[in-house]
């Protein structure tokens, strides 16, 4: 595929996963397989309150309330232009 960049470039490499996963932030993730997929939406899914009137579920955590983590800070970009750069 040469005709827009004038490159040659894979279909991947040009919007794969892996390309939108980690370089231009469209995508915040990339499985391996499909059923690890799902695994994961059942999990994030699983932080939603089951109706817009219930609370979110609560679960038990050995986390401290007043901890601090200054890599969050950093997490959105300054300008709405710039990508993020998680790499979680």
Do not use: Y
Not at 2 to 31: Q, R
Not at 48 to 67: A, G, H, S, Y
Request: with cysteine.
């Amino acid at each position: 595929m040469k005709t827009v960049t004038h490159e040659e470039v894979s279909f991947d490499e040009l919007g794969g996963a892996d390309v939108h996963g980690g370089t231009s932030g469209v995508s915040h993730f990339v499985h391996d397989s499909e059923p690890e997929a799902l695994r994961a939406i059942r999990e994030l899914v699983g932080f939603l309150p089951l109706n817009n009137l219930d609370d979110p579920p609560l679960r038990p955590t050995d986390d401290p309330v007043d901890r601090r983590d200054e890599a969050l800070l950093d997490l959105i970009p300054d300008a709405s232009s710039k990508p993020t750069t998680c790499t979680a």
